[in-house]
Each structure stands twice: as C-alpha cells, then as structure tokens.
Nanobody
Framework: QVQLVESGGGLVQAGGSLRLSCAAS????????MGWYRQAPGKQRELVVL??????QYGEGVKGRFTMSRDDAKNMVYLQMNFLRPEDTAVYYC?????????WGQGTQVTVSS
C-alpha cells in the first residue's frame, strides 16, 4: 500500500511555470512505474508523463515543456511544467503502479490564465 499526496498546484499566467510534487508514504524504490495524469472539466483523465525503468512516455502536447523526475531517497516525484498554456488547466494526479496494484493521489488543481 502506498499513499500519494500532490502539492504545488495553483494559478499561473500563460507562459509561466509550476512545479508539482508528489510525496509517497513509503519507499518508491521498488515501484516500477510512476507518472502524472490530468483531468480537465468534462474530459477524461489523460496521461501527462510516466516513467518506468529507462522508458519515459509523454502525453500529447507536453513533450518539451513538461519534465518528470523522481527522488527515490526522499520518496518524491516531481513534475516541472514550463511554458504553460490555458489548455493545461486541469486537476493533476500522481500515479504509481506496483505489480498489479495501482495508486492515485487526490489531485492538485492547476489553472492557467490567458
């Protein structure tokens, strides 16, 4: 079992940056895949970025602007978001996949004004 808590969301102008953090309740060293997803109002939850081993997969429209990193020693995962656009407005969720189990955080709101 692992609990995930996101933070760092907020209101930012278009072109600005935000850094989201995800704190895990236990060691993430053995968690195979971690990632970020987002859900805009009226839309389905979609992939932002995930990493598993040497593989990094990006969702549409974020490659080159968003970067995910993880600090296993601190049980933290981060999402650096640059050059934000109004269409990036959504609730952002941290996700962890460990074997057959999947965990989600409660989400953090990101609002980008034009």
């Amino acid at each position: 079992q692992v609990q995930l808590v996101e933070s760092g969301g907020g209101l930012v102008q278009a072109g600005g940056s935000l850094r989201l953090s995800c704190a895990a309740s236990r060691s993430i060293f053995e968690i195979n895949v971690m990632g970020w997803y987002r859900q805009a109002p009226g839309k389905q939850r979609e992939l932002v970025v995930l990493t598993g081993g040497s593989i990094t997969q990006y969702g549409e429209g974020v490659k080159g602007r968003f970067t995910m990193s993880r600090d296993d020693a601190k049980n933290m995962v981060y999402l650096q978001m640059n050059f934000l656009r109004p269409e990036d407005t959504a609730v952002y969720y941290c996700n962890a996949k460990a074997g057959t189990r999947e965990y989600w955080g409660q989400g953090t709101q990101v609002t980008v004004s034009s």
